[in-house]
């Protein structure tokens, strides 16, 4: 199986447009990324995501509008090593 990687041919942006198309299309998908969204991940690109990353999909409604916000600038020595280092993703 491969590592949970971004290749040169598939950008973060990428896999979460196909993912976010899938799941509007296929509602058992749709339901799996939301229940496991790293078993989702897995079955449309055979990746396994590590165990210390924390995927959480949240769905917006009419009533419910989801925020993402980029990573603290206030970040401690280790995970600065871990965003340079490629550590972090973003799906």
């Given amino acids: 199986m491969t590592a949970f990687t971004q290749s040169e041919n598939q ?3 990428d896999m979460r447009r196909q993912l976010t198309e899938k799941a509007a299309e296929d509602l058992a ?3 799996q990324l939301v229940s ?3 078993g989702a ?5 055979g990746i396994q995501v590590p ?3 924390v ?4 769905e917006d409604d009419m009533h419910t509008l989801n925020l993402v ?23």
């Fill in 11 to 13: 950008t973060a942006e």
């Fill in 29 to 31: 998908f749709r339901e």
């Fill in 36 to 38: 496991d969204p790293k």
């Fill in 41 to 45: 991940i897995q079955q449309v690109f």
């Fill in 51 to 53: 165990d210390d990353i």
């Fill in 55 to 58: 995927i959480r999909v949240h």
């Fill in 69 to 91: 916000l980029p990573p603290s600038p206030n970040l401690d020595e280790e995970q600065l090593e871990k965003v340079a280092g490629g550590l972090y993703y973003c799906v």
